[in-house]
T-cell receptor, first 110, second 112 residues
């Protein structure tokens, strides 16, 4: 079992460019999440999907969109990247309570 | 709004020492509390999950306690080893457990 996988591992964008971060889990979990981690601020929830077909905003959703493609996959899209979106992005999944995290995507927006 | 605080931000101890990491939260109406470990440049590894109805959980040399009424949790690490060096994060679950609010972590260094 790979657990939670994320692609790409690293990405550099120019301001205004768009991109999609991919996440997949093979644990048959119902819920999936996207977080961002910034120095001194801890991890903050961007969006989550409690089950296939549903998505909800978290603490910092502005500038992002998500798609729950199927039970396994949950993508995060930046339509017009801004330097403030420079961060490390983590995807996570859970069935009931315990959340399991992917290795992260380090994104730099110039 | 739930706020989670971890003190100290950094801690350095000699190998073999027993140590306690602290986590406090402002709203006691929590669903659960989870402790994670994060190595530099890596993702988060779940260490322990405590349900709101529980007082503590143990895994190997790790013991986590929860006191909802005082808004506090502690992670006890026995006989620390250099391999325990990492950042330890606590996260409080709320909203049915779907949402986690994280602390900013304690960076632990265990020296030989």
């Amino acid at each position: 079992n790979a657990g939670v996988t994320q692609t790409p591992k690293f990405q550099v964008l120019k301001t205004g460019q768009s991109m999609t971060l991919q996440c997949a889990q093979d644990m048959n979990h119902n819920s999936m999440y996207w977080y961002r981690q910034d120095p001194g601020m801890g991890l903050r929830l961007i969006y989550y999907s409690a089950s296939e077909g549903t998505t909800d905003k978290g603490e910092v959703p502005n500038g992002y969109n998500v798609s729950r493609l199927n039970k396994r996959e949950f993508s995060l899209r930046l339509e017009s990247a801004a330097p403030s979106q420079t961060s490390v992005y983590f995807c996570a999944s859970s069935d009931w309570d315990e959340q399991f995290f992917g290795p992260g995507t380090r994104l730099t927006v110039l | 709004k739930q706020e989670v605080t971890q003190i100290p931000a950094a801690l350095s101890v000699p190998e073999g020492e027993n140590l306690v990491l602290n986590c406090s939260f402002t709203d006691s109406a929590i669903y659960n509390l989870q402790w994670f470990r994060q190595d530099p440049g890596k993702g988060l590894t779940s260490l322990l999950l405590i349900q709101s109805s529980q007082r503590e959980q143990t895994s190997g040399r790790l013991n986590a306690s929860l006191d909802k009424s005082s808004g506090r949790s502690t992670l006890y690490i026995a006989a620390s080893q250099p391999g325990d060096s990492a950042t330890y994060l606590c996260a409080v679950g709320w909203g049915g457990g779907n949402k986690l609010t994280f602390g900013t972590g304690t960076q632990l260094k265990v020296e030989l």
